[in-house]
């Protein structure tokens, strides 16, 4: 157990806040400022929520009906499975803007020859870092729903739910987005050509912003084995799921 060093008050309110060790960007839960405790100063980024829009009924209805849909799933699984647990977390993500050119030189030798190549890739991305470490969330497979964000307001986590602080500042989220993006570049050079000889990537980073999103972490089981379904709290759709293949069509055809 790590002991909070010392406690700390909130520059805006002066309320005390309430962290977590490991916490780097906490959300005053009186007055809703965001606080980086590197620095302890006010967070200087803006700061949005996206709004849950399902109450634990509600979403209940959700996970019964993505039970119900789709070929893949065995027929039963809406009747013979059972909820266990339904969680609704507000999860803390870094949306970085960026522009991102790579200029490369390699070869070519699919063709059966050495053609030499080279050229641009130019790019721009909103890149979302998920600020928690040690996370098997699927950042990558989630389309943050922004079009529903709003300003931070305290009065928009639902009642219930769970927050989490942010584990890095924007600092490390930069350097984590332009670490994937490197890696992302590679892989796009790869398809193009079999050696890369040099690549030279540059970032400009034209925008940062904190956004707290809804997601539901519902676990369930089916004859026996447990599942879970990540679901987006803003539209109901599912961000990632456990579908049990046992009995299903899928489970027929492949003999599972
Ligand atoms: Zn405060």
């Known amino acids: 157990m790590v002991e909070i060093a010392e406690k700390i008050n909130c520059p805006d309110c002066g309320a005390p ?6 916490e780097v960007i906490i959300t005053c839960e009186y007055c809703g400022s965001a606080i980086n405790m590197a620095v302890g100063k006010k967070f200087f980024f803006k700061h949005s929520i996206i709004p849950n829009n399902y109450t634990l009924g509600e979403m209940e209805g959700v996970t019964k009906s993505w039970m119900q849909k789709g070929f893949l799933k065995p027929d039963d699984l809406a009747r013979k499975s059972k909820i266990q647990r339904m969680e609704l977390i507000f999860l803390p993500f870094f949306i970085v803007h960026v522009h991102a ?3 490369y030189s390699g070869v ?3 063709t059966g020859q050495n053609i030499p190549k080279d050229g641009k890739i130019d ?6 870092i998920l600020g928690r470490r040690a996370s098997t969330f699927p950042t990558k497979e989630y389309e943050i729903p922004l079009k529903g964000k709003v300003n931070f307001n305290l009065s928009k986590i639902s009642k219930g739910a769970k927050f989490l602080n942010s584990e890095m500042d924007e600092k490390e989220a930069e350097s984590l987005v332009k670490q994937e993006i490197n890696t992302h570049h590679r892989y796009l050079l790869s398809t193009e050509i079999d ?3 040099d690549i030279d990537t540059t970032m400009d980073i034209k925008n940062i912003e904190f956004v707290h999103a809804p997601v539901w ?3 369930y089981t089916y004859r026996g084995k447990q599942y879970e379904i990540l679901i987006d ?13 046992s009995s299903g069509i899928f489970g027929k055809i492949f003999g599972r």
């Open 17 to 22: 806040l309430k962290l977590e060790a490991g």
């Open 101 to 103: 050119t790579s200029k």
């Open 108 to 110: 070519l030798t699919r």
């Open 123 to 128: 790019k721009e991305y909103y890149w979302k």
């Open 195 to 197: 050696t890369i000889h």
């Open 217 to 219: 972490f519902i676990k």
């Open 233 to 245: 709290g803003a539209s109901g759709e599912d961000i990632k799921a456990d579908i049990p293949t």
